[in-house]
T-cell receptor
Framework: GAGVSQTPSNKVTEKGKYVELRCDPISGHTALYWYRQSLGQGPEFLIYFQGTGAADDSGLPNDRFFAVRPEGSVSTLKIQRTERGDSAVYLC???????????FGPGTRLTVL | GDSVTQMEGPVTLSEEAFLTINCTYTATGYPSLFWYVQYPGEGLQLLLKATKADDKGSNKGFEATYRKETTSFHLEKGSVQVSDSAVYFCALKTSYDKVIFGPGTSLSVIP
């Protein structure tokens, strides 16, 4: 079956611009996670949704980052006033629910010039 | 806080060599432990997992045993292939469902 999909696969933007990154989880998965992977490092947790609500957003680095999941399926990660330090691969994962294995999407590579 | 430490790479091995990638963790409670693999140009894939002490996870010839007494989850494979070339991430999942990853170990297998 279809895995987690993310769009776009690559995004290049200029410093100060606003970007949206989309994640389509595996059908039926109620839990959705966002991670950020900087070059040469392991992924770092950003936020976790159970259904429509953010169960844990402790990993969001600052208030420029925001994520939504209005219907409990697709999620959008929004970054305002992008900075060069935001350049990274943004990974989305989904699972059947809390405590279950997380399956990762291919990621969106964000480059802020 | 919870954390994962892995041996630094890159690791270069000849085909059919024995592989060990060391992983140790620090966590409160009883985390689940994972190895994820990232092949060149691809996304993260779950390689194997163990959910409690003394469990052994295995997949594709890779094995790792959850050792609570040494807080370790070392990855091993008896005979590596060129197709095993990838970056390997050790990870733990806390009771709050957050996965914490190690920095990754790059493996190159040469014919």
């Amino acid at each position: 079956g279809a895995g987690v999909s993310q769009t776009p696969s690559n995004k290049v933007t200029e410093k100060g611009k606003y970007v949206e990154l989309r994640c389509d989880p595996i059908s039926g998965h109620t839990a959705l996670y966002w991670y950020r992977q900087s070059l040469g490092q392991g992924p770092e947790f950003l936020i976790y949704f159970q259904g429509t609500g953010a169960a844990d957003d402790s990993g969001l680095p600052n208030d420029r980052f925001f994520a939504v999941r209005p219907e409990g399926s697709v999620s959008t990660l929004k970054i305002q006033r992008t900075e060069r330090g935001d350049s990274a691969v943004y990974l989305c994962a989904s699972s059947l629910g809390a405590g279950n294995t997380q399956y990762f999407g291919p990621g969106t590579r964000l480059t802020v010039l | 806080g919870d954390s994962v430490t892995q041996m630094e790479g890159p690791v270069t091995l000849s085909e059919e060599a024995f592989l060990t990638i060391n992983c140790t963790y620090t966590a409160t409670g009883y985390p689940s432990l994972f190895w994820y693999v990232q092949y060149p140009g691809e996304g993260l894939q779950l390689l194997l997992k163990a959910t409690k002490a003394d469990d052994k996870g295995s997949n594709k010839g890779f094995e790792a045993t959850y050792r609570k007494e040494t807080t370790s989850f070392h990855l091993e494979k008896g005979s590596v292939q060129v197709s095993d070339s990838a970056v390997y991430f050790c990870a733990l999942k806390t009771s709050y469902d957050k996965v914490i990853f190690g920095p990754g170990t790059s493996l190159s297998v040469i014919p």
